[in-house]
Structures are given as structure tokens and as C-alpha cells.
């Protein structure tokens, strides 16, 4: 897990750096204070965000088998451990793929073709994650989504709340998937 969280944190600090005091550009930001209160439709989503996690979820990790894609939990820590990561890779998430990737290609594309772009890249470590058989479906939607309302919000408090909400759900199914338990979910194979 320290190589990882090493790796990945190099791959948002890296860029961060060069964009901040080698090409002094400073399209690499991290707005998390914005100032502005979210609009009553930016609070509607959410709770948007996690009707559709709960129905599109299970069906998906379950029905698919994707769920044993990711590690099992067999443990007595394992459950914690993969509430940490899949928290902290969310987080992760916005970090480079929003704040760094889209940023980066935002500069040297118009802003549509930057969102697919990163979507592309977005997707592609998720499917190295686990997020196999059908789920570039779901995943690709949500990078493009994630990538519009950055765009649109410049926040990222907003785009990392969306993300862990949503991974909230993620997390209640790979936990049901593994032990049987949390049996809630009405679409679940």
C-alpha cells in the first residue's frame, strides 16, 4: 500500500510542480474553497448521485461478478482496509484525473474534447482497478459527468463529494459481494 499511495501521489505532485515552477503556467489547480454555497440543483445531485449508485451498483458488481475483481475480505482488517482505499482512490481520482489530467489537456484542447480525453484516461485505470465486464459502461458517463461539472463548478469539493458518496455505495456492495452482508440493495442479483 505505500508504493501505491507513493506512486500515486508522485503522479499528482509531479505535474503539480512542473506546471507550478518550471513552465509557471498554473493550470494545475485545487479549488477547494470557492467561496460560493452549492446551488440547490448541485445538492439535488447528490442525492441523484446515490439513487443511482444504489440501484445501478449492485446489479452491476454482483450480477457481473465484478465484485471478485477486487481483493476478498476475508481479514479481520480487511474491510477497513478497503473502506480506506477506496476513499482515499476516489479522492485520488479527482486529484489527477479532474484537477491534473483534464487541467493539463483543457490547455491544449477545447474543453469537450479535453473532458473525453480524460475520460479515456480515466477509465482505463479504473478498468486496471477492477471495473471490468461492462463497467467503461457506468464508469465512462461518471469521468465525462465528473469532467462537466469541474468545468462548469471549478470545485473541487464538489467533484470529490460526488465521487465519495458514489463510493460510499461502491464500498456497501464490494462489502455485501464478500461476506453477505448489508443485504439492502432491491437490485441485486
Keep these: 500500500m505505500a508504493r501505491f499511495t507513493a506512486a500515486l501521489g508522485l503522479a499528482v505532485l509531479v505535474p503539480w510542480a512542473l506546471d507550478r515552477w518550471w513552465t509557471r503556467e498554473r ?3 485545487f479549488p477547494v474553497r470557492t467561496g460560493r454555497p452549492w446551488t440547490r440543483a448541485q445538492w ?13 451498483l449492485p446489479f452491476y458488481f454482483l450480477g457481473s461478478g465484478a465484485y471478485l475483481n477486487w481483493p476478498d475480505l476475508s481479514g479481520d482488517t480487511d474491510v477497513a482496509r478497503l473502506f480506506v482505499g477506496v476513499n482515499a482512490v476516489g479522492i485520488w481520482d479527482e486529484l489527477f484525473f479532474i484537477c491534473t489530467v483534464f487541467a493539463l489537456l483543457a490547455r491544449h484542447f477545447p474543453g469537450g474534447l479535453a473532458n473525453v480525453l480524460q475520460a479515456v484516461v480515466f477509465v482505463s485505470f479504473l478498468w486496471e482497478l477492477g471495473y471490468r465486464e461492462w463497467g467503461p459502461l457506468l464508469t465512462v458517463p461518471f469521468a465525462l459527468v465528473q469532467g462537466w461539472i469541474f468545468a462548469c463548478w471549478k470545485s473541487l469539493g464538489y467533484v470529490v463529494t460526488v465521487h465519495l458518496l458514489f463510493d460510499a455505495v461502491v464500498f456497501a456492495v ?6 453477505g452482508v448489508l443485504d439492502v440493495f432491491v437490485t441485486a442479483p
Design 27 to 29: 493550470s494545475i489547480r
Design 44 to 56: 439535488i445531485y447528490l442525492g441523484v448521485v446515490v439513487v443511482a449508485g444504489y440501484l445501478i
Design 174 to 179: 464490494l462489502v455485501h459481494g464478500h461476506l
